[in-house]
């Protein structure tokens, strides 16, 4: 399905750049959270930034736990979102 715009929330975004900026010429990673709408428009209001677990300049590898722990965050942070609305 491809989207029709993504709308990234300005807390979002400054953590996406400060995580970006973090290193100077390494690769990062880091998990968008939001959800799409029935026009099919992406709206983040979250990012989780993931720690690199080999430390080699052209890889970025996470751990399985990291990756569990970031979706299940995600799912409470789903699950808030939703509450609120």
Do not use: W, Y
């Not at 993504?6 to 290193?23: I, K, P, Q, R």
């Not at 690199?52 to 722990?69: C, F, H, T």
Request: negative net charge.
């Amino acid at each position: 399905m491809a989207v029709q715009a993504v709308h990234l929330e300005a807390d979002a975004f400054l953590v996406c750049l400060n995580h970006a900026l973090s290193t100077e010429k390494e690769e990062v990673m880091g998990l968008c959270i939001g959800e799409v709408d029935t026009s099919r428009i992406v709206h983040i209001h979250s990012v989780i930034i993931l720690r690199r677990s080999d430390k080699r300049k052209d890889r970025v590898e996470i751990s399985p736990e990291q990756l569990s722990a970031a979706s299940t965050e995600a799912e409470i942070s789903f699950s808030r979102e939703q509450a609120r609305q």
